[in-house]
């Protein structure tokens, strides 16, 4: 459980939907936010890399349709993950929101996302902006180990050890490396995200519902800055 205060949160669209998009670049820890976040506000997370890696474990029609890109690190066509985001989004648990991380990516997605939240008559309430310096991007990647059993548990070989070398301190469970945290597939990733990244920062600034945070304090500081930036949303309103 994470101890955190849970502020009153941003803004609610018509309904009530509360859907919170997180952005970071790879490596930014948006993913262990996102983790902690669904934790403390009881939403589901949706991970957009996370479904595609289940994909290419698990086999069926998706396999085939994403390896290529997601081994080298390169963002999968847009309509592609918008039709599984929209799928995803239609479950029961993601009635009364979502944290969804690693979408959008490009602005076509984030206009997608717009356009299929207004027919479910929600909106993006925040957008929530993970900053860490392009230097020390690279070194969180290549040192990056998940938990095989749940991935929003992540682990780094010096910063943040597991107790046990290899092995989730929440789960027992094995850590692994991803394979596109190798070095040379992390700099093509940062190299060819990181731009269309910054579209989808200038569409949420538009928006006026984008946050930022300063990613490279500890964990749970990030997070307390988080429900801060949620808190101030609502306040600003
Ligand atoms: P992540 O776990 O978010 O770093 O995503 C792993 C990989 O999945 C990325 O390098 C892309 O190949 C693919 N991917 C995840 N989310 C998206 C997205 N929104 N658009 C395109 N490709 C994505």
Redesign the pocket.
């Known amino acids: 459980m994470i101890s955190v205060a849970v502020p009153d949160t941003e803004p609610r669209a018509a309904g009530g939907r509360r859907i919170i998009v997180m952005i970071g670049a790879?490596g930014a820890g948006k993913g262990t936010q996102a983790e902690r976040l669904a934790e403390a506000l009881g939403l589901p997370r949706i991970?957009?890399?996370?479904l595609?890696r289940a994909a290419l474990r698990d086999g069926g029609p998706l396999e085939g349709k994403v390896r290529r890109?997601?081994e080298r690190?390169?963002?999968?066509p847009d309509d592609l993950?918008i039709d599984i985001v929209g799928r995803r989004l239609a479950e029961a648990d993601a009635a009364e929101g979502a944290i969804l991380d690693?979408?959008?990516?490009t602005r076509a997605?984030a206009v997608a996302l717009d356009e299929m939240l207004e027919r479910a008559r929600a909106r993006v309430t925040a957008a929530l902006y993970v900053e860490v310096a392009p230097e020390l991007l690279l070194e969180r990647l290549t040192g990056r180990r998940i938990c095989s059993l749940d991935e929003g548990h992540v682990y780094h070989v010096t910063s943040r050890p597991p107790r046990l070398p290899g092995i989730c301190d929440i789960d027992g469970a094995e850590l692994y490396q991803r394979d596109?945290d190798a070095p040379a597939t992390v700099r093509s990733?940062l190299e060819t995200q990181l731009p269309p990244m910054y579209e989808v920062i200038d569409h949420y600034c538009e928006a006026d519902v984008l946050f930022g945070v300063r990613g490279d304090a500890s964990a749970e500081e990030v997070t307390a800055d988080l429900l801060h930036a949620l808190a101030s949303a609502a306040r600003s309103r």
Do not use: A, I, M, N
């Open positions: 790879p991970s957009t890399g996370e595609f890109y997601v690190g390169v963002l999968v993950v690693g979408f959008p990516r997605q596109d990733r």
